[in-house]
């Protein structure tokens, strides 16, 4: 079965960085899309980041280039590095997995998710 087990929230302050791990497991990790999403309470979840076989994309909207993400297939991680740290970036953080092998932007396994909290 499939497991994607986030880790690395935490309370951070305005300005700092944080780095978010997802461990994988139960599915064929290098063939497969990763993501990282976002849900702050009261709002709709926000695409953050991805990473496939073909590349990586961010949503420069909200993330302004402040985020980048990396993948050790070796390990079936994927890492979400966050810098510059606002107090909107506040919210809860999802890893998701693609839901079959080769396809992007279609994410059927989400992990429980790890709570990042940024102070002013």
């Known amino acids: 079965q499939v497991q994607l087990v986030e880790s690395g929230g935490g309370l951070v302050q305005a300005g700092g960085s944080l780095r978010l791990s997802c461990t994988a497991s139960g599915l064929p990790f290098s063939s497969r899309d990763m993501a990282w999403f976002r849900q702050a309470p009261g709002k709709e979840r926000e695409f953050v980041a991805s990473?496939?076989?073909?590349?990586?994309?961010t949503n420069s909207g909200s993330v302004k280039g402040r985020f980048t993400i990396s993948r050790d297939n070796s390990k079936n991680m994927v890492y979400l590095q966050m810098y510059s740290l606002k107090p909107e970036d506040t919210a809860v953080y999802y890893c998701a997995a693609g839901s079959a092998d080769y396809m992007e932007s279609s994410y059927g396994h989400w992990g429980q998710g790890t709570q990042v909290t940024v102070s002013s």
């Open positions: 990473i496939s076989w073909s590349g990586w994309r």
